[in-house]
């Protein structure tokens, strides 16, 4: 059985996760510019045998797709066209938010929140996903 994978788009940074083989856990892997993100996610595919993908969605307070929705789409897309794998769609609401307070929480100083905060976020959009599943 092979891992899945969970990512925080974002317009400058791209948050990675994994989770374990039995697919219960999911934990932060990397955080990547946007500008190599694909390379890096392709990379981390081969390496960690992703055998799915689940992109956070930012949508609104309403469940509507937010502002940036088309640019996540578009990058779901050039996810799955590249790798070859299912790239499914996860709500993002609030996974910045809470990925923040639980690294201030444990005591994660300000410099270092700054450098993984995308990656735990990655983790909770995909922790969620696995819940559900």
């Known amino acids: 059985m092979g891992r899945l994978m969970g990512i925080d788009y974002g317009t400058k940074r791209v948050g990675i996760a994994l989770s374990d083989p039995t697919h219960l856990i999911a934990s932060p892997l990397m955080v990547c510019d946007r500008e190599t993100?694909?390379?890096?996610?392709?990379?981390?595919?081969?390496?960690?045998?992703?055998?799915?993908?689940?992109?956070?969605?930012?949508?609104?307070?309403?469940?509507?797709?937010?502002?940036?929705?088309a640019a996540a789409r578009a990058f779901a897309s050039e996810v799955a066209n590249t790798t070859g794998l299912t790239v499914e769609v996860e709500d993002e609401r609030f996974t910045s938010v809470?990925?923040?307070?639980?690294?201030?929480?444990?005591?994660?100083?300000?410099?270092?929140?700054?450098?993984?905060?995308?990656?735990?976020?990655?983790?909770?959009?995909l922790q969620s996903y696995l819940d559900r599943q």
């Open 37 to 69: 993100a694909i390379d890096v996610i392709a990379g981390a595919v081969r390496a960690h045998d992703v055998e799915s993908i689940v992109i956070g969605m930012p949508n609104s307070l309403s469940g509507e797709d937010g502002p940036s929705a």
């Open 98 to 125: 809470l990925a923040e307070r639980s690294m201030i929480e444990s005591g994660t100083k300000r410099s270092d929140r700054r450098k993984s905060l995308d990656g735990v976020a990655a983790a909770l959009i």
